[in-house]
């Protein structure tokens, strides 16, 4: 866990997806015009430099971002997500690929809150220079698996709470599910997004399976393969806890359009989408 950074990762297509739906959430949530808090359990650095040695080492971002950064598209939410990446790049080339806390804290309002956590010393480090000034947030060098079940329920009463662990150490998938499931039984009303990889193993399969079998209530799982190679990430995919009732219909069609425009194969199909929202 703690020699994990997230550069070298940053911008492929798993951020994509990831990012897309985050924001998508973010923005349905604020339509209710209350004030509300973002809890981030593995924040990272916050924002990443194309040119770092980090993203160049395997250059994952041309597989991601700098795909879909390209395509010309009028899906309205797409959009949204594909427009604040090049604002953040002040609409010239992209230089600079922002994590899930740097997106969160540029889509929110000035009276919404954040809420930080990272535990790598470096990346915590960089993670306060980032958001240096910004009076909104608050950043913790604290593991999330022992604090962030502490945070809830916020004083907010509405919370969006990205769970998004490395999942490098052996025992993170258990560590994940379980941290998932107390939080909900002490925050209910949370709205929950977890991310996964999808691999080729069964502590995956395991995840999944964990997380479907428990009474979370209006879920939605999407997951994207967009490599079918027997050998390291094929995909990932994501849980939303208190899912947007409208999410199928607002964003089935974006999905696809990613899907087709990262996928790495013709003989590709797989993009699930599934919801049991009451």
Same mark, same amino acid.
């Given at each position: 866990?703690?020699?994990?950074?997230?550069?070298?990762? $940053?911008?492929?297509?798993?951020?994509?997806?990831?990012?897309?739906?985050?924001?998508?959430?973010?923005?349905?949530?604020?339509?209710?015009?209350?004030?509300?808090?973002? +809890?981030?359990?593995?924040?990272?650095? !916050?924002?990443?430099?194309?040119?770092? $040695?980090?993203?160049?080492?395997?250059?994952? @971002?041309?597989? !991601?971002?700098?795909? +879909?950064?390209?395509?010309?598209?009028?899906?309205?939410?797409?959009?949204?997500?594909?427009?604040?990446?090049? &604002?953040?790049?002040?609409?010239?080339?992209?230089?600079?690929?922002?994590?899930?806390?740097?997106?969160?804290?540029?889509?929110? *309002?000035?009276?919404?809150?954040?809420?930080?956590?990272?535990?790598?010393?470096?990346?915590?480090?960089?993670?306060?220079?980032?958001?240096?000034?910004?009076?909104?947030?608050?950043?913790?060098?604290?593991?999330?698996?022992?604090?962030?079940? %502490?945070?809830?329920?916020?004083?907010? %009463? *509405?919370?969006?709470?990205?769970?998004?662990?490395?999942?490098?150490?052996?025992?993170? @998938?258990?560590?994940?599910?379980?941290?998932?499931?107390?939080?909900?039984?002490?925050? /209910?009303?949370?709205?929950?997004?977890? =991310? @996964? /990889?999808?691999?080729?193993?069964?502590? &995956?399969?395991?995840?999944?399976?964990?997380?479907?079998?428990?009474? @979370?209530?209006?879920?939605?799982?999407?997951?994207?393969?967009?490599?079918?190679?027997?050998?390291?990430?094929?995909?990932?995919?994501?849980?939303?806890?208190?899912?947007? =009732?409208?999410?199928?219909?607002?964003?089935?069609?974006?999905?696809?359009? +990613?899907?087709?425009?990262?996928?790495? &194969? %013709?003989?590709?199909?797989?993009?699930?989408?599934? #919801?049991?929202? #009451?």
């Amino acid at each position: 866990m703690l020699s994990y950074r997230h550069g070298y990762h $940053a911008g492929n297509s798993a951020d994509v997806l990831k990012h897309f739906i985050l924001l998508y959430v973010l923005d349905y949530v604020k339509k209710k015009n209350k004030n509300f808090i973002y +809890i981030d359990s593995h924040a990272g650095a !916050g924002k990443y430099f194309i040119s770092d $040695a980090y993203m160049q080492k395997n250059k994952e @971002y041309l597989e !991601g971002i700098n795909k +879909i950064i390209r395509i010309k598209n009028n899906d309205f939410f797409l959009k949204n997500y594909l427009d604040l990446v090049k &604002s953040i790049n002040f609409n010239t080339e992209l230089k600079i690929y922002p994590g899930s806390c740097y997106l969160a804290a540029k889509s929110l *309002r000035i009276e919404d809150k954040l809420h930080l956590l990272e535990l790598h010393s470096t990346e915590f480090s960089n993670l306060k220079k980032n958001f240096e000034g910004d009076l909104r947030v608050v950043i913790e060098n604290e593991d999330s698996y022992k604090k962030l079940k %502490k945070l809830l329920p916020p004083k907010e %009463k *509405r919370a969006v709470i990205l769970i998004d662990p490395s999942y490098e150490l052996k025992d993170e @998938y258990e560590k994940a599910s379980k941290m998932l499931l107390e939080c909900y039984k002490k925050f /209910p009303l949370g709205v929950y997004i977890v =991310w @996964y /990889p999808v691999l080729n193993n069964k502590k &995956s399969e395991s995840f999944i399976l964990n997380i479907l079998k428990e009474n @979370y209530k209006n879920l939605s799982h999407i997951e994207m393969i967009t490599d079918n190679s027997s050998n390291g990430m094929q995909g990932s995919g994501l849980f939303i806890i208190n899912s947007p =009732w409208s999410i199928e219909k607002d964003i089935k069609e974006s999905l696809k359009i +990613i899907f087709d425009c990262l996928k790495k &194969s %013709k003989d590709l199909s797989k993009l699930l989408f599934k #919801n049991n929202i #009451n």
